[in-house]
């Protein structure tokens, strides 16, 4: 069996399901994160069922791909934003206020700054796909 799961780990995508109670969920992992992932199975008895998939399993072609996307965080709503969508709500118009650019040069930079933060930590949780095809 320890043959099989190393001939797995030389594939170059692999997806694992990880089953836990009613609970599914599909993570692909690169051949290092892989590696840690079915040693620590081997040595840590898990409440769940780990399933590695190939790319020609059932399973895996039963699962949509938007599935397989990692998940998306609600963009942040600012105080402005949430007093005009509560005005909106209850048939009002919230008087103009002096919203300047630079309160728009703010959000903008932390519009910014969130988006580098999700790439770093997308890339942080897949892996890189440096020299896989």
Not at 14 to 23: E, G, N, P, V, Y
Request: charge should be positive.
């Amino acid at each position: 069996m320890k043959t099989s799961l190393l001939e797995a780990c030389r594939k170059v995508r692999i997806k694992m399901l990880w089953q836990w109670r009613l609970h599914e969920q599909v993570f692909e992992l690169n051949q290092t994160l892989l590696s840690i992932a079915i040693e620590a199975c081997n040595f840590v008895r898990c409440l769940f069922t780990v399933r590695v998939l190939d790319e020609t399993d059932i399973l895996l072609n039963s699962i949509q791909t938007r599935d397989l996307e990692p998940p998306r965080q609600r963009p942040e709503t600012s105080a402005r934003t949430a007093g005009r969508l509560i005005a909106q709500a209850m048939g009002m118009k919230l008087p103009s206020t002096s919203f300047g650019s630079r309160e728009l040069k703010k959000q903008e930079e932390a519009r910014k700054q969130r988006i580098v933060a999700r790439k770093n930590w997308k890339d942080d949780a897949w892996g890189s796909d440096d020299g896989v095809n």
